[in-house]
């Protein structure tokens, strides 16, 4: 999954008051600095993705809740959302973000909805119409049961190349491991890259163990494995402690961070009294968010003396772990706008670290089930 909703305070794109660098942090147990290029904050708006050369923007759009009505939207889509996705895509590219992210199983047939990847495809399209404007697309195979081998994922691309109204994408990736096997997908992976199908392939959800399978099946084909996309906020670390943000850090693959603000639990919107509705109101509830009050409270603290809201604080948090990419969900453009924010400034090292310290505190929410695959 790649989606969060970011709350609707307003956005400040003014310069900092303060200029210190977070430098590029890095998390407890980075085992090498040998491959690793961090991400860090250098004049650029851009970074690469991996050993793959493709350049993308240090911050991204996630693509899940366009069109979805399964866990967005109040189960439901019509054209006022529809004409807020359009808004957000407009906004980002406005604000210089031109990264997406999205995935084949993302948005429904039903109830009115349609395919995420449609959507941007259209939004793309129309846009090109008015100006001339380079857009890099990341999407993802889905690695249902009943998919084998190689040819699945080629397969499945070109549906979503059809989609997508593209002949090739920046991005693609293995959604989350396969169940009877993950050989097979990632020879299809290199088989795309091969007839250029795709700029670069990565994957998502994937333990430590998985990553570094994926990585040495892949050098086998000379294709660099380029990204991870996992589960990662500041209120959930797992990346940290379970091995796999040193490992992408050691070989050299860039870790794009889903759910970075934690689906707007970060943002400072919600409060016990005022729970997100819909799935997440089971996750993020009125007990769990007591307990985030303390953290929300240092977060704005921070965040005043930059000029920042609580969602550009966190999300920049997330960048000052070096070779970060967050890709936070933008339903409207007012939340695109204030994720451009977040950009073009730095945490100081201490205020980083005194973030994490509180945050340890705060209970971690269970994680997609199939990280543990």
Same mark, same amino acid.
């Not at 959604?175 to 990632?186: K, S, V």
């Given at each position: 999954m790649a989606l969060q909703?970011?709350?609707g305070a307003p956005h400040h794109l003014g310069v900092p008051r303060r200029r210190q660098r977070c430098a590029a942090l890095r998390p407890p147990r980075v085992a090498s600095e040998s491959a690793a290029k961090p991400v860090e904050e250098d004049g650029?708006?851009? +970074?690469?993705?991996? #050993?793959?050369g493709v350049a993308v923007t240090?911050?991204? !759009?996630?693509?899940?809740? @366009? #069109?979805?009505t399964t866990y967005w939207n109040d189960f439901q889509w019509d054209d006022r959302k529809l004409k807020a996705a359009k808004g957000a895509f407009d906004a980002s590219v406005d604000s210089? !973000?031109?990264?997406f992210d999205t995935a084949e199983v993302y948005g429904a047939g039903v109830s009115g909805a349609i395919n995420s990847e449609s959507l941007l495809g259209r939004f793309i399209k129309e846009r090109q119409q008015k100006e001339k404007v380079e857009v890099a697309i990341a999407t993802k195979f889905a690695a249902l049961p009943w998919r084998f081998g190689r040819g699945s994922v080629? +397969?499945?691309?070109?549906?979503s190349l059809s989609r997508l109204g593209v002949s090739s994408v920046e991005s693609y990736q293995l959604? @989350?491991?396969? !169940? @009877?096997?993950?050989?097979? %997908?990632?020879d299809g992976l290199a088989d795309a890259y091969e007839q250029g199908l795709v700029k670069s392939v990565g994957v998502s959800n994937y333990s430590e163990k998985r990553l570094r399978d994926a990585y040495d099946r892949l050098k086998q084909r000379g294709v660099p494995l380029a990204s991870n996309q996992v589960n990662y906020s500041l209120i959930y670390r797992n990346p940290e402690e379970n091995g796999v943000k040193a490992a992408c850090d050691e070989l050299g693959i860039t870790l794009i961070a889903y759910s970075p603000i934690a689906q707007g639990a970060l943002t400072g919107k %919600?409060?016990?009294?005022n729970p997100p509705t819909g799935p997440r109101g089971r996750i993020y509830t009125p007990e769990f968010l007591t307990k985030l009050q303390p953290l929300i409270n240092k977060i704005k603290e921070i965040g005043g003396s930059y000029d920042k809201t609580p969602t550009q604080v966190v999300l920049n948090w997330l960048m000052c772990q070096g070779n970060v990419v967050p890709i936070p969900g933008a339903k409207n453009a007012e939340q695109a706008r204030e994720f451009a924010g977040a950009l073009g400034w730095s945490l100081? #090292?201490?205020?980083? &670290? &005194? =973030?994490?310290? =509180? +945050?340890? &505190?705060?209970k971690p929410v269970m994680g997609f089930p199939v990280e543990r695959l």
């Open positions: 909703v970011a709350g650029s708006n851009k +970074a690469v993705l991996g #050993g793959s240090k911050l991204g !759009i996630g693509a899940w809740s @366009w #069109g979805d210089g !973000i031109t990264f080629l +397969a499945a691309l070109k549906g959604h @989350w491991p396969g !169940i @009877w096997g993950n050989e097979g %997908y990632l %919600y409060t016990p009294e100081t #090292g201490d205020e980083v &670290e &005194e =973030m994490r310290s =509180m +945050a340890r &505190e705060v």
